[in-house]
């Protein structure tokens, strides 16, 4: 018997990034099939191929035995295959009963959309689900739960042989999560193919009958649960060496200079406690989602906090005022350079100056020959590779933008840097580059407070490692005692696993 | 099967638990529409009862409203997929003169081959946006704005300083205008059956339900597999051909017009489409209520003369009702975004 969906060496590139570098997966009806990973191992690359999102390089693509080739998510549709992505694509301005038909709305025969019909199925897919929820109501405004519900009615009445779910369960609490494995275990006892990809370990033995683990954009292993353990798929999920990065230089561990105390922001991150000392690197770590660049944006003051305190050698950082916390010495390096970090289209000189732009300007005008100074020294200093210090931003590569981002802060002599996924993006070379930029300047004694979804990075630079997992603080892991397995643990099994204090 | 009851999960209560005041006003904009248009006719006629007494005054009253209704059901179509028409004035300049110059240089051609004509002439000038909105993803604003100054130079070229003889003009199409069918406008007839089509389309047709879903969440529309180069090129097929359909009206109201007919018009429908109930984010808004908003404010500049308003004060009162509209629209969003966050976390 051929199986229901088999993928082969699939590959895929966007750019020069290889997202799928030989994405393996063989799907069964009746079946559900555990897809596992780190961050950025390629999980929801293969999904999007799978759903028609994007079309592959290469590679192998079997639907009950044929190969298809998926031009638009509508042809996956239509060929049975139905995707509830992590973030719940409803439409909010129409009802639940509109969002599972859209585009296949039921007709009277007098030419107009068959409204009590579409209430009637709805109300039928919803009984079936066992839950209740109004078909006329707006979706706007829905619990993630309902949401989700939603999406599952719409991939039923597709009547969808492949059922992907990617991390459906991230948003939910545990009763709704029990309902919704019911629901899973329903489908897959009426003959459909289930591909369930979850970071939560528990929930992936209770229900998947089969795990596939893929790591940097490849197929790793699949087996059946019932023959591995947690450990061992940890172990498959980040196995991978450490060789080609920059480790960490030692340097002088001096006094507090960020602490933090309950930071609370409910739904968000809960009482939040640490410290970062002069010349420390301090990595928090955990899955996507977690909460960790919450917590520096709250830190930062971008984002706003309920209760707790931040403070900078001692003084008090006052919430949700950004200003504020550059006055007291903090720099903030965002995830996403290009459109939180840089002034794309402006020149390299006028991006290196814009947070001292007091110190560059003359009877309050900005004076390009003021500029022309630290942002020489700092491109100079950090290597940033351009033409001239007039090109636009935009013109430069991945690695060479973070590098003016980081001269940027390092203009203003910070205390404490945050920097969220400094190497995201950029190529191999240029991250040990900028990994020893960030080792030199926690020599130099600025505290560097850093978010990486990149175990390597983390435990390559890292003085201590805070895991974050849900928005509590599950793990204080120091350098010592670092090791991929026990952070890997920490971000998906929480606090029962708290290492050494 | 049980029906479940835990927190932050809708069940078959009805809708809405707290309706407020305001959000019932809120979700009847049209009632408020019509009470609003009553009370100031009923006002104007009250100080000056030839504004609707006299024939000529329902008259008036009745017909100028259709230029207005057809371009903001248009404006509204296009403003519903979260995009902007800015070049209808100039459509409706261009097939105004077109339909006049039609009669002139083919006097053989039967009046419904002419208006047929003007129909397709604006749907092609509408066409040429959509094609370069849905396939360039250049936004709507940006291109808009480039053919209202396009079309409008094509006007000035082709026109120059001449314009449309009342001479050109049948007198049968001229009485058209002025006719009636038991007491009702004919023009008004015409619009009435724009708002009808127009409502069905987008209220009870698969196509309609889809425009409102690509406005609502266009990302979402791409993961669902909607057509959606297709489904935005189509709304600015339709405001093309409705500014052709003003064009002819314009033509059988006022048989004249010159290379400036429907300056500024386009602002009037995106206005006339706000006060009716149109987001300009998108996924939100009714046909009949736009038809409302265009009535009012055709109304409104109808009766603020005769209120002996001045008529600078005009275009400042319309003004404060598009932002009170939009205010009062996000300030109800709030709150109701607010009671949604209570009843889930209650």
Redesign the interface.
């Known amino acids: 018997m051929s199986h229901l969906l088999e993928l082969h060496g699939v590959t895929k590139t966007f750019g020069a990034v290889a997202a799928l570098a030989g994405a393996d997966m063989v799907l069964d009806a009746g079946s559900i099939h555990a897809l596992v990973g780190e961050n950025g191992a390629g999980k929801s690359t293969l999904v999007k191929i799978i759903g028609g999102l994007h079309g592959r390089d290469s590679g192998e693509f079997l639907l009950d035995g044929e190969s298809v080739d998926f031009r638009s998510t509508a042809d996956a549709k239509h060929h049975g295959i139905a995707v509830i992505y992590q973030e719940p694509t409803l439409f909010p301005d129409l009802t639940v009963a509109e969002n599972i038909f859209v585009g296949r709305q039921p007709y009277t025969r007098f030419g107009f959309v068959n409204r009590a019909e579409m209430r009637r199925a709805t109300r039928e897919l919803t009984a079936r689900l066992g839950v209740a929820i109004d078909p006329d109501r707006d979706a706007r405004g829905l619990s993630i739960a309902d949401q989700q519900i939603i999406e599952i009615a719409k991939a039923i009445s597709l009547n969808a042989k492949v059922v992907i779910m990617d991390e459906p369960t991230a948003a939910l609490s545990g009763v709704e999560v029990d309902q919704l494995m019911g629901i899973a275990r329903q489908l897959r006892d009426e003959g459909k193919g289930i591909i369930f990809i979850s970071h939560r370990f528990d929930e992936v033995f209770a229900l998947c009958d089969t795990v596939t683990v893929m790591r940097d954009g490849q197929h790793i292993e699949t087996n059946a649960l019932a023959d591995v353990t947690t450990d061992m798929i940890i172990r498959q999920m980040v196995g991978r060496s450490v060789d080609n990065l920059f480790p960490k230089q030692e340097a002088q561990i001096g006094n507090v200079v960020l602490s933090v105390e309950h930071l609370t922001r409910a739904g968000v991150f809960e009482d939040v406690s640490f410290q970062v000392r002069a010349g420390e690197i301090v990595c928090l770590a955990g899955l996507v989602g977690a909460g960790r660049s919450e917590i520096a944006r709250a830190v930062f003051g971008v984002d706003k906090y309920e209760s707790g305190s931040v403070m900078i050698d001692g003084a008090v950082v006052p919430r949700h005022k950004p200003s504020a916390a550059m006055g007291l010495g903090m720099g903030f390096v965002p995830e996403d350079r290009r459109k939180q970090g840089l002034a794309m289209t402006a020149g390299v000189q006028t991006n290196i100056t814009l947070a001292i732009r007091n110190q560059v300007a003359k009877l309050g005008f900005i004076s390009s020959k003021l500029e022309h100074g630290p942002a020489e020294i700092w491109a100079r200093r950090l290597q940033v590779k351009t033409r001239a210090l007039d090109t636009h931003a935009v013109m430069l590569s991945g690695g060479n933008q973070q590098k003016v981002v980081l001269a940027k802060w390092l203009a203003t002599s910070p205390k404490l840097l945050i920097i969220d996924e400094p190497t995201r993006g950029i190529d191999v070379g240029t991250k040990s580059e900028v990994h020893r930029l960030i080792s030199e300047l926690a020599g130099n004694g600025v505290a560097v407070l850093m978010i990486s979804s990149e175990l390597p990075e983390v435990i390559g630079m890292a003085d201590r490692v805070l895991v974050v997992r849900e928005g509590r603080l599950t793990g204080n892991i120091s350098r010592s005692d670092v090791t991929a397995e026990a952070v890997m643990y920490a971000a998906t099994h929480g606090a029962e696993h708290e290492v050494a204090k | 099967?049980?029906?479940?009851q835990?927190?932050?999960?809708?069940?078959?209560?009805p809708?809405a638990p707290r309706q407020t005041v305001l959000s019932w006003i809120f979700q009847a904009r049209e009632l408020s529409l019509i009470v609003v248009i009553v009370g100031l006719i009923t006002v104007t006629t009250l100080t000056q009862p030839q504004y609707l007494f006299s024939e000529g005054g329902l008259r008036d009253l009745l017909r100028t409203p259709t230029l207005y209704i057809a371009l903001a059901v248009g404006q509204a179509i296009v403003m519903i997929t979260r995009n902007i028409d800015l070049s209808m004035g100039s459509i409706l300049g261009l097939t105004a003169y077109f339909c006049g110059n039609l009669f002139h240089e083919a006097p053989f051609l039967p009046i419904p081959v002419v208006i047929l004509l003007t129909l397709v002439f604006g749907a092609v000038l509408g066409s040429v946006n959509g094609f370069l909105v849905a396939f360039l993803k250049v936004p709507a604003l940006v291109i808009t704005l480039g053919t209202l100054y396009a079309y409008r130079g094509i006007s000035v070229l082709w026109i120059g300083g001449n314009f449309i003889r009342p001479e050109w003009v049948p007198t049968e199409f001229k009485q058209f205008a002025l006719a009636n069918v038991f007491g009702v406008s004919n023009l008004l007839i015409v619009a009435l059956i724009v708002v009808l089509i127009a409502g069905?389309f987008m209220?009870?047709?698969?196509t309609g339900?889809?425009l409102?879903?690509i406005?609502?969440?266009p990302?979402?529309?791409?993961?669902?597999?909607?057509?959606t180069k297709w489904l935005t090129l189509i709304p600015f097929v339709i405001s093309g051909t409705l500014a052709g359909l003003a064009g002819v009206v314009y033509v059988s109201i006022y048989a004249t017009g010159d290379s400036k007919v429907g300056l500024g018009f386009e602002l009037q429908a995106v206005a006339a489409a706000v006060v009716g109930g149109v987001a300009v984010s998108g996924?939100?808004g009714r046909i009949w209520g736009v038809a409302l908003g265009a009535f009012f404010l055709a109304t409104l500049t109808t009766a603020l003369p005769v209120l002996s308003i001045p008529s600078l004060w005009q275009q400042a009162i319309v003004g404060v009702l598009i932002v009170g509209a939009i205010t009062l629209d996000r300030v109800f969003f709030l709150i109701?975004?607010n009671q949604?966050?209570k009843?889930?976390s209650a």
């Open positions: 099967m049980t029906i479940r835990i927190k932050g999960v809708a069940t078959a209560a809708r069905w209220t009870s047709r698969r339900r889809d409102y879903a406005g609502s969440n990302d979402a529309a791409v993961l669902y597999g909607l057509r996924g939100v109701r975004q949604a966050r009843e889930l």
